[in-house]
């Protein structure tokens, strides 16, 4: 009797095929296992995931809590040669190539082709649309200034692109791309960093002929004796000999530069970074031309290879 208990607790089980073995994984009737757990077994393990992931979401989130007490919302916790970007400002020019050849920096259009010239000027529209005081959210917290004056404490000045000034870099004279005998408008703006001063070029500090280009020099020479030499500089020419005399007559507009009174940058409600617009008055037509565009104060230092105080572009008019 014995005997046949043994043999039969020793039994082996039945063979299932795969489908069988696949069901009763699903649901075993005999143990009450559903995919190889009870009931009880599922229970518990699912309680101690719920406890485990609500502890780490609770201290994820009181380290961000903590973290956000050390910061400011307005201004970077590390500033100038503390922070990333440090304190030497680059130059931006607009309007951009379109996205499908990101490397690009080339401008090139047929001036007498409408179609061509539509998508340059349309990006320009678009970028000097964020300075039309109705698409400023803050615009009760700019404020017209004279050059050269600061704003009230927590204002900012306005970038006014009037008609008298700015012709022909406006969406109504389509910013000289449909001129065929002259050239277009080309935009510049410095990178804005937080707290950034320019220290100003006058006649005790002007590097020489070497490092700054005897016109640039005499401008600011000139506007000294105006009392019109707080101003970040900004020159554009070719970058060869040949670019050099394909370029053509430029003109700067409103001014030469970034007027003191838009500086320092702190992240002021409703602040509009200054523009300098280049027209390029006649530059060569079917020649590919490499222009680079500086901008000059005694603390920008310049590298063409990094293009620290620098932009580089191409301009091709057909």
């Not at 490499?290 to 191409?314: L, M, P, Q």
């Amino acid at each position: 009797m014995a005997d046949k208990k043994v043999n039969e607790y020793y039994m082996r089980p039945p063979v299932l095929t795969k489908w069988e073995g696949f069901k009763q994984f699903l649901w075993n009737p005999e143990t009450n296992q559903f995919l190889g757990r009870t009931g009880a077994s599922w229970a518990k393990i699912l309680l101690f995931y719920l406890i485990f992931y609500a502890v780490l979401v609770g201290f994820f989130v009181a380290l961000v809590a903590v973290f956000y007490q050390t910061l400011d919302m307005k201004k970077p916790k590390w500033e100038l040669d503390n922070g990333l970007i440090g304190k030497n400002p680059g130059l931006g020019f607009r309007p951009m190539p379109p996205e499908s050849n990101v490397e690009s920096t080339l401008i090139w259009y047929k001036s007498s082709d409408k179609g061509n010239v539509h998508y340059w000027q349309d990006e320009l529209r678009k970028f000097v649309e964020s300075y039309h005081k109705d698409n400023n959210p803050h615009y009760n917290n700019v404020e017209q200034c004279s050059m050269f004056v600061s704003p009230t404490p927590g204002k900012v000045c306005d970038v006014k692109m009037t008609p008298q000034k700015w012709h022909p870099c406006l969406p109504e004279a389509g910013f000289g791309y449909e001129d065929e005998k002259g050239g277009p408008c080309i935009f510049l703006k410095l990178n804005k960093i937080y707290n950034w001063n320019p220290e100003y070029y006058n006649s005790t500090n002007l590097p020489d002929a070497s490092v700054m280009s005897e016109y640039l020099r005499k401008d600011i020479l000139d506007a000294e004796t105006r009392n019109e030499h707080l101003m970040v500089w900004v020159t554009c020419e070719g970058e060869n000999p040949a670019d050099k005399e394909n370029i053509g007559p430029l003109r700067y507009i409103p001014q030469r530069g970034f007027a003191s009174q838009y500086f320092p940058f702190k992240n002021q409600d409703g602040y509009l970074a200054p523009l300098v617009a280049v027209h390029f008055e006649q530059p060569k037509r079917g020649v590919l031309i490499n222009i680079e565009c500086k901008a000059w104060a005694k603390n920008i230092v310049h590298d063409r290879i990094d293009r620290r105080g620098s932009v580089h572009f191409e301009l091709m008019v057909d």
